[in-house]
Each structure stands twice: as C-alpha cells, then as structure tokens.
C-alpha cells in the first residue's frame, strides 16, 4: 500500500526557492514512477514534473522547465520537487502522486495514489 505524505510548502517571495518533499511510508515506493502535480485556485490540477522509478528519466511541464528539478531517493522513500525562480503564478497546493506505468504521466487521472497536498504561495 501506498501513503504518500508531502511537505516543504510555505510562503516565499518571487525569486526565491522551496523544496518539496513527499514520502511513501510502504515498501513498494522504487516500483512506481512519480509525478508532481498542482491546483491553483479557480483552476484544474496541472501536471508539474515526473520521474522515472530509479530516477533515470526525468519531464517536465513546460511552464517549470528550467526552474524546477524533480528527484528521488529510493532509499528514503522519498521524491523531491527543487523549485527555483519562483513566481507568483507557481502559487498552488501542489501534490504528489505514483503510479505503476510511464505513459500517460502528464494526466492526474492515470495515477493511482496521491497525497494530502502541500501549499505553496509566491508573493509579488
């Protein structure tokens, strides 16, 4: 079974930078592939970054190419979403998700389990 936690959201000014984080409590976590989604206010959940299940691969959403860097520790159980160069259109709660397979990585319905969220807020 899967659980995914997240954490690292808060408030930060533009420019600055945050590091999420989201753990699996289970013991499966090396055999799913992970995405970073998230869902601003008024607007549907947007696919972020994903990351292949020993980190070989990595894509992104073309708004956070070059800002944000997705990465994972499978020894930690842990995935990580780097986010630099922030803005105040980044403002969202952001989530974490896993699923079983590569295709299809950019479409929150095609994973299967997700976290709670972490909210993120970029000032002007």
């Known amino acids: 079974q899967v659980q995914l936690v997240e954490s690292g959201g808060g408030l930060v000014q533009a420019g600055g930078s945050l590091r999420l984080s989201c753990s699996d409590s289970?013991?499966?976590?090396?055999?799913?592939?992970m995405g970073w989604f998230r869902r601003a206010p008024g607007k549907e959940r947007e696919f972020v970054a994903a990351?292949?299940?020993?980190?070989?691969?990595?894509y992104y959403a073309d708004s956070v190419k070059g800002r944000f860097t997705i990465s994972r520790d499978n020894a930690k159980n842990t995935v990580y979403l780097q986010m630099n160069s922030l803005k105040p259109e980044d403002t969202a709660v952001y989530y974490c998700a896993a699923k079983n397979q590569w295709p299809g990585i950019d479409y929150f319905r095609e994973y299967n389990y997700w976290g709670q969220g972490t909210q993120v807020t970029v000032s002007s």
């Open positions: 990351i292949t299940w020993s980190g070989s691969s990595t």
């Open positions: 289970g013991r499966t976590f090396s055999s799913y592939v």
